[in-house]
């Protein structure tokens, strides 16, 4: 039997930790959180159902940390992990929720390093031992009784552990501990074999687990994009230049994340504005106020914050960090597609989260594709249309009412009108870049990694390759064929998750270009844009005649491409 209480300060939490919480910003526990916490600080074994992005470390370091006594100076806790990379992870969050425990010493044992330092911090009096299994009989053959004083022990991605074929090691460390412990297991699937050592080494385990229901968000278009957590303030700012938004919300886990992230963007020009718990009510009304009345356009909430929001201009929703479970993402993405409006959501995936990605498109039975990081082409078309946009409206009127402002400063400046215009682009685009080299300079990434990858540091598994054909976009960075003498291509930055097929494109050039069948060649079709194969004679002519088509309800604007 578990309960559910949806408040840190709920939850028996020793003090120290609570503070420590606050410090990192944690609003309130996640589901896995406030149902295990409970049991855990209960003294009962548990089996928690639960993967990557659940907030599982905190569901177990948090009760166990508030249980340690700091005056003693022996292993109190071990957690076993898969992997170098999750040890290190694990080691750190439970530095950070016992900041406030002056004493606490917590110590990673993994392989590929050196036995040295690892051995020191065990002398030096660790309580929390974080490690592999493999390394930890290594240490256990030099010292016995290295486990005997350990009172809680942590399996965690029990099932990850059993595919690497840990087995035998986790027998030789359960062998090692004292029969009085308390064991948690966490594991995101129960095949038989994790079932049987639940059963020869649990007692009268309680079992938690996340209800998911089933649940649908027809209108809204999902995509999802693979990229390590460090590339990804990069990665928001390249989607959100070529996502054509009108308002966005982007999600966050902790309140600090908000402000960091609304801090860069609103250096990029951007107008945004942070929303999360701490902000008095008054503060966050008016912010919501400001994204309806269209003076704010990208707001960067929590879950908390963001509860119920409701503005029917918020076209897109981006999953900065991975939400809980289904039901927050189906929660979160539902802050678009209102009012009967289309909504596209957005999420980014590190690829430890590739599992809960896989959850979350079981329970909303919907296929959330992948997509790729917007290249410098892309982000440079974008930037060039929308210039255009802007100066294009003004065309109509610009010689009548500034044409006498253009002859002063020309004469003033000594500079023909051409000159002058270019010097005004600079002006106007400062801070933006609009040739293709500077955009590549800019915000340099590493290629996203595919959904197979694995993060770095991290040894393969079994079955684990990048799953080909799920790319729309791949072969976008291919170099191109060269054009027969008098051919072009043209580009323009809709493409198949506009909506458009290449029939689409040949309807709009032949019936709005007037241009002959026989005289339009190849037509490519990507995910973010497409291009055209045209004759470079009549090719102004027919751009003009273009300019004001519109494509599966979207502006056209077909440019020639020129290649780099
Ligand atoms: P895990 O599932 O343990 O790998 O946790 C995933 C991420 O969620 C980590 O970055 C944690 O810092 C974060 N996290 C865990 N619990 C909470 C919480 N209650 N509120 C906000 N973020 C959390």
């Known amino acids: 039997m578990t309960q559910d209480i949806s408040n840190f300060a ?21 589901p896995i959180q406030s149902q295990s916490i409970p049991v855990i600080l209960a003294g009962h074994d548990m089996i928690g159902q639960a993967q990557t992005g659940t907030g599982k470390t905190a569901a177990f370091a948090l009760p166990l940390l508030s249980q340690l006594d700091p005056s003693r100076r022996e292993p109190q806790i071990l957690v076993l992990v898969p992997t170098r990379e999750l040890a290190l992870q694990v080691a750190t969050a439970c530095e950070t929720y016992s900041t406030e425990m ?15 330092p690892q051995l020191k911090s065990l002398r030096m009096g660790a309580q ?82 996340i209800a998911a229901k089933t649940q649908t968000v027809a209108r809204i278009e999902q995509a999802h994009l693979m990229v390590h957590a460090d ?4 990665s928001v ?9 009108d308002a966005l919300i982007a999600f966050v886990r902790t309140k600090q994340a908000t402000l960091d992230l609304a801090e860069l963007l609103e250096r990029q020009g951007y107008r945004v504005s942070a929303l999360n718990g701490d902000m008095p009510q008054a503060q966050r009304e008016k912010t919501i106020e400001s994204l309806k009345d269209g003076s704010l356009d990208i707001v960067v909430a929590t879950d908390v914050a963001a509860r119920g929001l409701d503005v029917a201009r918020i076209t897109h ?6 939400p809980y479970d289904p039901e927050s993402y189906v929660h979160r993405i539902g802050r678009t597609g209102r009012a009967g409006r ?22 909303t039975g919907q296929r959330v594709g992948e997509i790729r990081l917007p290249d410098a082409e892309a982000v440079l078309e974008a930037r060039i249309s929308r ?17 006498a402002l253009r002859q002063e400063l020309c004469e003033r400046l000594q500079c023909d009108p051409s000159t002058l215009a270019a010097a005004l682009l600079a002006k106007l685009t400062s801070g933006r870049a609009l040739d293709i080299e500077s955009v590549r300079r800019e915000q340099p990434l590493t290629p996203g990694a595919g959904r197979g990858e694995r993060p770095r540091g991290e040894r393969p598994e079994r079955g684990d390759r990048p799953e080909r054909g799920e790319r729309p976009d791949r072969g976008e960075r291919r170099p191109m064929q060269p054009l027969p003498e008098g051919r072009v291509r043209c580009r323009t930055a809709l493409g198949a998750r506009d909506g458009v097929a290449a029939k689409n494109l040949l309807g709009a050039i032949i019936n709005e270009g007037g241009m002959d069948r026989e005289a339009i060649g190849r037509i490519q079709i990507r995910d973010s844009f497409s291009l055209v194969e045209l004759p470079e004679e009549g090719l102004e002519r027919l751009l003009t005649k273009l300019k004001d088509t519109r494509v599966a309800g979207k502006a056209l604007r077909l440019r020639r491409y020129r290649e780099d």
């Not at 939490?13 to 990192?24: G, H, R, S």
């Not at 002056?102 to 040295?116: H, R, S, T």
């Not at 700012?237 to 938004?245: I, K, S, Y």
């Not at 909504?343 to 329970?363: C, F, H, K, S």
């Open 102 to 116: 002056p004493g606490v010493k917590v110590v990673a044992l993994y392989g590929g390093a050196p036995m040295g």
């Open 387 to 403: 210039l255009a946009d802007g100066v294009g409206s003004l065309l109509a009127d610009a010689d009548t009412t500034h044409g």
């Open 10 to 30: 709920a939850l028996n939490l020793n003090p120290a930790i609570l503070a420590a919480i606050k410090a990192v910003g944690y609003e309130e526990p996640s």
């Open 317 to 322: 929703v981006l999953n900065v960090d991975m």
């Open 342 to 363: 289309e909504g596209r959501a957005l999420l980014l995936v590190t690829p430890r989260e590739r599992r809960m990605l896989q959850v979350i498109e079981r329970v």
């Open 237 to 245: 700012l390249r989607l959100l230049e070529v996502e054509n938004f």
């Open 231 to 234: 590339q990804k303030p990069a």
């Open 128 to 209: 929390v031992l974080v490690a592999t299994p493999g390394r930890l009989c290594d240490h256990l053959r030099r010292d016995d009784n290295l486990l005997a004083t350990v009172q809680h022990l942590v399996l965690d991605e029990a099932d990850e552990m059993l595919k690497l074929g840990f087995m035998d090691d986790l027998e030789f460390i359960f062998e090692a501990m004292p029969e009085s412990r308390q064991t948690v297991l966490f594991s995101a699937t129960l095949p038989p074999s994790i079932r049987a050592i639940a059963e020869r080494h649990l007692k009268e385990p309680q079992h938690v687990r």
